[in-house]
């Protein structure tokens, strides 16, 4: 199958701070990355979508500036939360998409919690 | 109408049931079909994809997809504890982003 490995899983840090997101896919070139954002309780509300050497395509009410995406290769993508704020505190996932087809065409890192305080 | 919708539950059953979960989506081009299991904090693991329409089965899990009524099932045989979870359907056609369910929670109790 296919890993996404992400990390840290956890992270806190003081407000005003940035925090930074890696996502790595381990054994197949990722050429599209897509970044989640969860509150408890709630489905994955799609972030951005990064192609690799191309600026990520954020969704309407995301603040390009605040989450900052790098995809520079093909294998890691990085999510940048620049001056956290608590209400920044959430689970974050990223989705990498490589070429193959199927079953294994999306595959998800195990999270991220961060907690701003 | 939202474009995939999915009842939030939470469900509770007792253990060796028969569980059934479902979502409906209103976009008829979506041409692959998923369902992801999350544990609390975890990211999603996918359980079944199916392409257009038809049934799958992989031990006590069966996904059915009727994209005539723009219906997919998950029916997980004889639960167990182990698959209280909350559980996602996905679909997406292309190389567009995947559209999620809001996830069901499912609680199986011994």
């Known amino acids: 199958g296919a890993v996404v490995s992400q990390h840290p899983s956890w992270v806190i840090c003081k407000s005003g701070t940035s925090v930074k997101i890696e996502c790595r896919s381990l054994?197949?070139?990722?050429?599209?990355m897509f970044w989640y954002r969860q509150f408890p309780k709630q489905s994955l509300m799609l972030m951005a979508t990064?192609?690799?050497?191309?600026?990520?395509?954020?969704e309407q009410g995301v603040e390009k500036d605040k989450f900052l995406i790098n995809h520079a290769s093909l294998t890691l993508s990085t999510l940048t939360v620049t001056s956290a704020h608590p209400e920044d505190s959430s689970f974050y996932i990223c989705?990498?998409?490589?070429?193959?087809?199927?079953?294994?065409?999306?595959?998800f890192g195990s999270g991220t919690r961060l907690t701003v305080v | 109408q939202k474009e995939v919708e999915q009842d939030p539950g939470p469900l509770s059953v007792p253990e060796g049931a028969i569980v059934s979960l479902n979502c409906t989506y209103s976009?008829?081009?979506?041409?692959?079909f998923m369902w992801y299991r999350q544990y609390s904090r975890k990211g999603p693991e996918l359980l079944m994809y199916?392409?257009?329409?038809g049934n799958k089965e992989d031990g006590r899990f069966t996904a059915q997809v009727d994209k005539s009524s723009k219906y997919i099932s998950l029916f997980i045989r004889d639960s167990q504890p182990s698959d209280s979870a909350t559980y996602l359907c996905?679909?997406?056609?292309?190389?567009?982003?995947?559209?999620f369910g809001k996830g069901t929670r499912l609680s199986v109790i011994a």
């Open positions: 989705s990498a998409r490589g070429l193959r087809t199927g079953e294994y065409a999306y595959t």
């Open positions: 054994d197949f070139q990722a050429t599209t």
């Open positions: 990064s192609n690799e050497g191309s600026k990520a395509t954020y």
């Open positions: 976009n008829s081009a979506f041409q692959y």
């Open positions: 199916t392409y257009s329409s």
């Open positions: 996905a679909m997406g056609a292309g190389n567009t982003p995947l559209v």
